[in-house]
Every structure is written in structure tokens, then in C-alpha cells.
């Protein structure tokens, strides 16, 4: 079974890509959410978290604080490459149990925002990008997330350019709208299908 990385920046529009390949019966792994998760529910990991950024960064029901622990990684890379080091593997042992859990499926997907940040592309056969230009991906993430333009072009300034993972992908879908997205779709589902058959 192949394993699929799908990925773009924030506002790209990789999950709506994702649902279409639901669509196909394409099992979709969702890593950011599968990371939300478990930092409220892996103890581990939760432990983890408060010796490195304070106990106050959960409340008293264990459920993190997700805006004051982004104050604190958003303004620090050090402390975002710190989180990371925690989430990252958590995620990505989260992710090989489902994986057995689906390893019926032709191929599945694994949607992640930082495929290639995180080094998790080398657990990958291919990369998926969705691009979309930034007053696009800014327009959506304010109407979204009710952020500021500020806000969001700091998120974007803190992920790995469009250009770049591009060039390291396989395959591109451009969320533009002015390309359709379903044709762009079924074209990589062909294509990955036959290199199955193959």
C-alpha cells in the first residue's frame, strides 16, 4: 500500500482537496487535527508539554490552553522547534496504528501541514502540495480563523515557502480558482493508481 503526504500552507485549501479524495473511498489521515488530539489525550505527551512550557498552559480539566501555548511557540522558534520534537513523533506513531487500521485501502493520504518541516516525508512514497496565491490563502484564513492579516502572515512567514515544497513534491493541485480542483483530483488518483497496477 502506498502512503501519500499531502500538504500545503495555511489557507492552501488541502482540506477540501482531502475531502474530494474521500470522495474516491481514500482514507484520510488528518495529522493537525490527530496532533490536537493528542495533546489533550496522550499522557505522555502532555507531561512532555507542561515541564517544558509551564502546567499553566493546560487548565484544570487537563484540556490544553491552544491560544497561550501559541503565544508563547508563534513569537520563539526555539520553543516551536521544541513542541515540535514532542508532537512530531507522537503524531507520527498515532499515524502508523492507523495505518494498519486501513491497510486495505489501494493507497491512503496523510494531510500535515508540515510534511517536510517535521521530516516526515520520509516515511512517504509521494507528496501532494496545494498551492494557492497568498492574498487567496490570506483572504480565507481571516474569514476562517477571525484573524488579523497580521496574524495570518505570521503563520505563513513561519511555514516553508510554497516554492519550495513544491519542488520537492510530486505532484501539484492549484487552488487558484481558476483551475478545477475534481479534474486535478482524479488526475493524481490515476496516476497513483496505475503506478499501483504497474
Known sequence: MLKIGITGGIGSGKTTVCH????????VYYADD???????????????IKNAFGSDVYNDQNQLQRTKLASIVFSN???RKLLEGFVHPAVEQHNQQWIEQHKN??????????IFESGSYKHL?????????????????????NATVEQVKAR??????????IRLS??????????????????IHEQIMQQIKA
Open 77 to 79: 522558534a526555539n520553543a
Open 34 to 48: 490527530a496532533a490536537k488530539w493528542l495533546m489533550n489525550n496522550n499522557a505522555d505527551l502532555i507531561i512532555a
Open 20 to 27: 474530494l479524495f474521500e470522495t474516491l473511498h481514500i482514507p
Open 105 to 114: 485501502a489501494p493507497y491512503v493520504l496523510k494531510e500535515a501541514a508540515l
Open 125 to 145: 512514497d509521494k507528496v501532494i502540495t496545494v498551492t494557492a496565491p497568498l492574498e487567496l490563502r490570506i483572504s480565507r484564513v481571516t474569514k476562517r480563523d
Open 156 to 165: 505563513i512567514a513561519a511555514q516553508m515557502p510554497d516554492e519550495e515544497k
Open 170 to 187: 510530486d505532484f501539484v493541485i492549484y487552488n487558484n480558482e481558476q483551475q478545477m480542483l475534481i479534474p486535478q483530483v482524479m488526475h
